[in-house]
């Protein structure tokens, strides 16, 4: 089945960057949107931000002009970089992807296991 991949959390001073990415693997035919999401503790999963396929990117309001996501359609992979951090950013980052598997007709929603992003204040 598909896989997701996460990588590039870790611990950041605020007003550090950090550069997520999210590989994706199997039987793949073709990849829609892709996105991040992210958990806070004692909060509810939130979107970040997400791609289509066309490279059309949206954002939640809290992070635009901070963060920009990005994707290699060759790798089947996506970017979330990250800058100007604050502490709210604190979380577990979630990548998402709406994939087609090769023979299949409906798309399958992937999830990552997750990367923790910590920023300290």
Not at 65 to 87: C, E, H
Not at 109 to 117: E, H, L, M, P, R
Request: with cysteine.
């Amino acid at each position: 089945q598909v896989q997701l991949v996460e990588s590039g959390g870790g611990l950041v001073q605020a007003g550090g960057s950090l550069r997520l990415s999210c590989a994706a693997s199997g039987p793949i035919s073709s990849i829609n949107a892709m996105g991040w999401y992210r958990q806070a503790p004692g909060k509810q999963r939130e979107l970040v931000a997400t791609i289509t396929a066309g490279t059309i990117a949206e954002y939640a309001d809290s992070v635009k002009g901070r963060f920009t996501i990005s994707r290699d359609n060759a790798k089947n992979t996506v970017y979330l970089q990250m800058n100007s951090l604050k502490p709210e950013d604190t979380a577990v980052y979630y990548c998402n992807a709406a994939v087609r598997l090769i023979l299949a007709t409906v798309l399958h929603n992937a999830w990552g296991q997750g990367t923790q992003v910590t920023v300290s204040s």
